[in-house]
């Protein structure tokens, strides 16, 4: 098979954090050095020019187009400016990519790539959501319909869109796009778990390795600190919550820009003593914590095919979570968790001590479901759809 030349820039180990890096991760699992990579560098590689670099005992074709220092606090200008900036400038370097197989996910790297000839590009969309609608930078939402509108015109180009959402999201977005993209050219495509790591095993060894008391109850959400992804909303469900279960905790399992702005309101709410979070933690941890806890709780306000939310069903975790993309395609309220739709706080809380009912076999039959999700089928699934050169 010939070469897969990803686009992502990131370091292919641990930054930035977030889906994107998740998945790129996913594909050097599945792929192995069939992919050569293109991305920036946070330590010593060379900028500019075509080195080896080993990745999980694996060694890979690597190009970095700029050194970043890693810094998880949010910039003044975005990164995405600079990736498309710096990706722009390495055009004469990567020149030969018109007649090669590349994968992408970002839209600034179709954009920078945009003129470039290539003829086999498949983009990885994960949701299809306007990002500037929803982005942390204030003065975004005022480029939205510029965004929009390049970003459906440089679609048009591309052989393969696979769509990590759900199929009404889906056909929204082909619906805004005006014909500009074809139906044919879209292909949902959710995002993959590690189901090895990611499964059910016996609660009570899991909270003794982590020293967990056998008697509380313990919630779990995990991810991105974010405001996007509803801390308050959470934290303030859980305060409603623990008015009915009082021996309880709950656990950020993630860090991000936020993570202050949640630390301040945590002591605000004085509930220090029962909310904690535990940073970013490598997925044997996290799976755990999942299979360590009572509950998993979402109150993302926006999200694509979430990959937490399947890594809590398959470690057989009862839910409840904010409605957004995927979530009703996953969850079947009342079997193995609760959607709520209104995002009204005492109602989620409600909720949230409903399904710490629902009976085990639900959960377990929910948690096998997930294993269509693999990253062990993330290869012939991708295959299977996009033809390459």
Not at 1 to 23: A, Q, W
Not at 68 to 74: A, G, N, P, R, T
Not at 125 to 135: A, E, F, K, R, T
Not at 330 to 354: H, K, Y
Request: hydrophobic share 40%.
């Amino acid at each position: 098979m010939r070469k897969i030349y990803v686009i992502e820039l990131c370091n292919y180990e641990d930054y930035p954090t977030g889906g994107h890096l998740s998945f790129a991760k996913q594909m050097l699992r599945a792929f192995g050095n069939q992919l050569a990579l293109i991305g920036i560098s946070t330590g010593t590689e060379p900028v500019g020019k075509w080195i080896k670099k080993g990745l999980g005992g694996i060694e890979y074709d690597y190009f970095s187009v700029k050194k970043f220092q890693k810094d998880f606090k949010k910039p003044i200008i975005p990164n995405r400016l600079k990736y498309f900036y710096y990706l722009s400038k390495c055009r004469k370097e990567l020149s030969f990519l018109e007649n090669e197989n590349v994968f992408i996910q970002a839209p600034e790297v179709l954009f920078a790539i945009r003129n470039w000839g290539i003829k086999s590009i498949c983009f990885r969309s994960p949701g299809v959501i306007n990002m500037l609608v929803s982005s942390r930078f204030w003065y975004a939402k005022y480029f939205k319909d510029i965004y929009e509108k390049k970003l459906y015109k440089n679609l048009q180009k591309i052989n393969i869109i696979l769509a990590s959402a759900d199929r009404n999201s889906i056909i929204e977005f082909y619906k805004k796009s005006k014909n500009r993209i074809q139906p044919q050219q879209i292909i949902q495509f959710p995002t993959r778990i590690d189901t090895e790591i990611f499964k059910p095993f016996d609660r009570t060894l899991a909270r003794a390795r982590l020293n967990i008391d056998q008697e509380k109850k313990v919630i779990i959400t995990t991810g991105r600190i974010s405001a996007l992804k509803g801390w308050k909303f959470m934290i303030d469900c859980f305060a409603l919550f623990k008015t009915k279960y009082p021996d309880s905790v709950f656990y950020f399992l993630g860090d991000g820009e936020d993570r202050s702005n949640l630390e301040k309101y945590i002591d605000e709410r004085q509930l220090s003593e029962y909310v904690s979070i535990k940073g970013k933690l490598e997925p044997l941890m996290i799976a755990l914590y999942l299979n360590a806890c009572d509950l998993y709780i979402m109150g993302s306000y926006i999200e694509g095919w979430s990959t937490s939310l399947v890594e809590a069903i398959a470690c057989g975790v009862p839910v409840c979570t904010s409605n957004f993309s995927s979530a009703n395609d996953l969850i079947t309220s009342g079997f193995n968790g609760f959607v709520n739709d209104r995002r009204d706080e005492n109602e989620f809380a409600e909720q949230m001590g409903q399904a710490l009912n629902l009976p085990k076999e639900a959960l377990i039959e929910k948690s096998h479901e997930m294993q269509k999700y693999s990253v062990s089928n993330l290869k012939n699934d991708l295959l299977a759809n996009w033809k390459l050169l």
